[in-house]
């Protein structure tokens, strides 16, 4: 298997782990790496030969793009304190220019959006439809230096409309439909199974065992999301769900409530007890 990766991404990981996990007995060849190429000799060569690339010395940028989102590295973006420039974006509209707010409905099932304002979709359609709706209002855009899995930092730019408004309509449902212990311990899960993914390790063990676990978790994350889109943000403005855990009758601060309030003060005294222990005898020794 033959990959186009530098020796300082992430990508030549991510590929080479994965085929090893398939195919342990395939051999994988990266000239650019094993022959120490740089980007304007890579351009140069591609030149020389005829290769159609997108890239040359006058648009130097490493670009990585699918339907989830689009990735924009080097050239002048290497120097972190340069700005972006507007012509490096394809699937983000400039936010700061005025229109008119987009109202979205995302239904979801399992964890998964199915439809977008009434209309069944495909997950694939959901991200597509939401690539151009939330892009347009320039929604998605990210400016970070994140830790490269070979450890040196990166200056990345990405844009990525859809995905952003599915994740921050997913987190608001399962706010809503998520049991507290288990909301925080998935946070957690979420952190690690993300950090897996990012350093290629698709197909190990743990990832395959957190699965089970996130996949468990989404099984109450099923309801409605009404969103705004509007200005480079996704709002989240309302949500509903036969799965919630959010009572009414109990969250209400009119007539009416069924909350007890009384049992505040001994639920205050029994949490705070082994605290309050430790302070007085940090106090004594003051």
């Not at 998605?140 to 844009?159: A, W």
Request: net charge negative; with cysteine; aromatic share 8%.
């Amino acid at each position: 298997m033959a990959h186009g990766c530098t020796g300082k991404g992430n990508d030549q990981v991510r590929f080479e782990v994965g085929i090893a996990n398939l195919i342990p007995d395939m051999t994988c060849i990266a000239p650019v790496r094993d022959y120490a190429m740089t980007r304007d000799k890579a351009i140069e060569f591609a030149e020389l030969n005829n290769l159609p690339i997108d890239q040359n010395k006058k648009n130097p940028y490493s670009i990585d793009a699918n339907v989830w989102g689009r990735a924009i590295e080097t050239g002048f973006l290497e120097d972190i304190w340069n700005a972006p420039i507007e012509d490096i974006y394809a699937y983000t509209s400039d936010p700061t220019i005025a229109r008119e707010p987009d109202e979205v409905l995302i239904t979801f099932k399992n964890g998964g959006p199915v439809a977008i304002d009434g209309r069944p979709v495909s997950m694939l359609q959901a991200i597509q439809e939401l690539n151009k709706r939330a892009g347009a209002q320039g929604v998605g855009r990210i400016d970070m230096v994140e830790d490269r899995l070979v450890g040196i930092k990166s200056r990345e730019v990405y844009e990525a409309p859809g995905a952003m408004a599915l994740i921050a309509a997913h987190e608001e449902l399962a706010n809503v439909t998520v049991e507290r212990e288990l909301a925080r311990f998935g946070r957690g899960v979420s952190q690690r199974w993300t950090e897996l993914v990012y350093d290629g390790m698709w197909f190990s063990p743990l990832k395959r065992a957190l699965d089970v676990f996130l996949d468990d978790l989404n099984s109450t994350i099923s309801g409605e999301v009404r969103m705004i889109l509007h200005a480079g943000r996704a709002v989240v403005t309302g949500r509903r769900s036969d799965q919630s855990l959010y009572d009414f009758d109990l969250a209400t601060y009119d007539t009416g409530d069924t909350y007890d309030q009384t049992k505040a003060k001994g639920f205050i005294d029994i949490y705070g007890m082994s605290s309050s222990i430790a302070a007085r005898r940090d106090l004594q020794g003051k």
